[in-house]
Structure formats: C-alpha cells, structure tokens
C-alpha cells in the first residue's frame, strides 16, 4: 500500500505536516453542548506525519460548514460522511498507526480509512488541511 501512494503524484507540492501534536482524549464529559470533563489526552501520532493536497474544495466547504451548523443527526452524518470522501482526495499519504501501533492503509481515495478513525483524530486532521502554512512558520511569524 505504501508502495502505491509513494507513486502519487500531485500537480501542486504536497504539504507534509508532523502529527506529533495530534492528541485522542479519553475521559471527555459533554453536557448540553459544553465541555464538564476535559478528559485525558494521548499524543497517539508522536513522531508521525500527514502529507496534503493544499487546496480546498467549494464541496469540501459546503461539508464542513453543515457539520458546524450543527444540524440534526441524520443530515449531521450525510456531511460527515461527504467530509470525508472530500478529505481522502487531499490527505495522500501517512506513516499512522492505529491504537495497537499497526500501519495504517494509506488515506488517499480510501474515505473510509478517514471515517475509521476517532473524532479527535478526525478534526485534527481537518483542522492542518485548511490551514494554509507549518505550524512551525506559524509560530515563528
């Protein structure tokens, strides 16, 4: 599997980001809508990286925007689901491992290796794909 996005190509440089920061929480209470525990997290991705398309889709958008909007149940899990066929055109190739520290399949046009993983994970990854620099230029500007 590796061997195969390895020969992906992308028009526009890939855009590689270290995972290392990417934290699972466990132990986290939510209740009407606010945060009563914050949970522990786990850093499950430490010396781990993610390489990205950097460009977003208008339908990518539009996903995303009615997750935030909070709709119902059903209509949250149509976006959900769109979020992440969108997202394995962006998030080409990793080195993750899953919780047991086994390899993960490579994300790219797999939705459903997005959709397996935790929520945590899930926002992580949303959360460097839109952003538009390193996190390590960030900090310094």
């Known amino acids: 599997m590796v061997a195969e996005a390895e020969r992906i190509v992308s028009k526009i ?30 850093l499950v991705h430490k010396g781990e990286w993610v390489e990205f398309v950097p460009v977003t889709s208008v339908r990518e958008f ?6 935030m909007d909070g709709v119902g149940n059903e209509a949250m899990s149509a976006h959900l689901k769109q979020l992440g066929e969108r997202l394995a055109k962006r998030v080409v190739r990793w080195n993750w491992t899953d919780m047991m520290g086994e390899s993960l399949p490579q ?3 797999c939705p459903d290796v997005l959709l397996g993983l935790s929520e945590d994970e899930l926002y992580w990854l949303m959360a460097r794909s839109y952003e538009t620099e390193p996190e390590d230029e960030r900090k310094n500007a």
């Open 107 to 109: 994300p790219y046009g």
């Open 62 to 67: 539009i996903s995303l925007m009615g997750i």
């Open 13 to 42: 440089p890939l855009r590689r980001v270290d995972a290392s920061a990417c934290a699972v929480v466990v132990g986290r209470v939510i209740k009407d809508g606010k945060i009563v525990n914050q949970g522990t997290p786990h």
